[in-house]
């Protein structure tokens, strides 16, 4: 099942997609909400229902109609997690950053999230504006101290996301957090795509394309921390909640670590696609005055 936060005549909802076509879920069945973070707050019994929602004349809305906006626009937490490709690593050893034996977690403020076509603001404050395609996992139940063994029972579902990055203001910042959380720097979707579509996600080919010009291929099994022990660490720490996202690290190919370093301009096009689960593709523009 794939899920959206979409606009339509005005008119926010959430549906889900079936063929060229969004099940509008209120419209299908009353008892169902008109945000994503409600429904997933509404566990298994709400997601069966919107499973069980059939393409009626009076709740379907045509794909190509619709604008798709990020499927979660207010979780509670967007955390992502640093260094965790092999390659990526080395890369980034190159502009200083070397990463401690660990798994390294930063915030992306939720402030900074963005829909699968909104465009990315340079900021007037920076030209080192980056990419990072990245596996975004969304969580789907509460919980706590999550064994890895039992980490996939907790995911709602999958997105691709991209992590922009400020990269003058990540470096000189302890913990990354006001580098990787400029507005716009989030975009997610487009949208959530449920665990029965994708039963290999180590098998997900990541690839990002700036201007037409691939940067970005790796798959995600070349990740040095999984799923699984990503998931078992935040939880060790802090409640997860229904609709969190983490991002789940970017392969090698990021602009900074390039020679010369080539950053993101006005007018460039980012493609980020992983395979699966779907495209954003994004704009840069100016920051509006």
């Known amino acids: ?26 419209r299908a069945d009353a008892q169902l909400p008109s945000t994503m973070l409600e429904l997933l707050q509404g566990g298994a019994e709400a997601m069966e229902r919107a499973r069980a929602s059939k393409v009626t004349a009076g709740n379907a809305v045509p794909l190509a109609a ?23 690593v080395a890369e980034a050893a190159k502009v200083g950053v ?3 034996p660990t798994q390294v977690w930063f915030n992306k403020q939720v402030s900074c999230i963005n829909g699968p076509d909104g465009d990315v603001h340079l900021p007037r404050v920076s030209e080192q504006l980056d990419y990072e395609v ?35 203001w990540q470096l000189r910042s302890q913990t ?8 716009t720097t989030g975009p ?4 959530i795509v449920t665990p029965d579509e994708v039963p290999t996600p180590a098998a997900l080919r990541l690839r990002l394309w700036v201007n037409g010009e691939l940067r970005q ?20 720490a802090f409640t997860l909640e229904p609709g969190d996202l983490l991002a789940t690290g970017t392969p090698s190919g990021v602009g900074v670590a390039m ?29 509006p005055c």
């Open 134 to 168: 990245e596996l975004c996992v969304v969580i789907g139940q509460r919980c706590r101290h999550v064994q890895p063994q039992d980490a996939a029972s907790v995911i709602a579902g999958y997105m691709v996301g991209n992590d922009v990055s400020v990269r003058d």
């Open 259 to 287: 020679d010369p370093p080539s950053f993101l301009k006005a007018g460039d096009v980012m493609r980020a696609q992983i395979d699966g689960i779907g495209t954003l593709e994004n704009r840069v523009v100016a920051e």
């Open 217 to 236: 291929d790796d798959v995600a099994g070349n990740m040095i921390h999984d799923i699984a022990a990503q998931i078992a660490h935040l939880s060790a």
């Open 66 to 88: 619709a604008r798709l906006l990020a499927p979660v626009p207010n979780p509670s937490k967007f955390l992502a997690i640093g260094m965790n490709y092999r390659k990526h």
């Open 1 to 26: 099942m794939k899920l959206v936060t979409f606009r339509h005549d005005g008119r926010t909802s959430i549906g889900k997609i079936v063929e060229d076509t969004i099940v509008d879920l209120p």
């Open 188 to 191: 997610t979707g487009p949208w």
């Open 176 to 183: 990354m957090t006001i580098g990787k959380s400029f507005d």
């Open 98 to 100: 070397h990463t401690p």
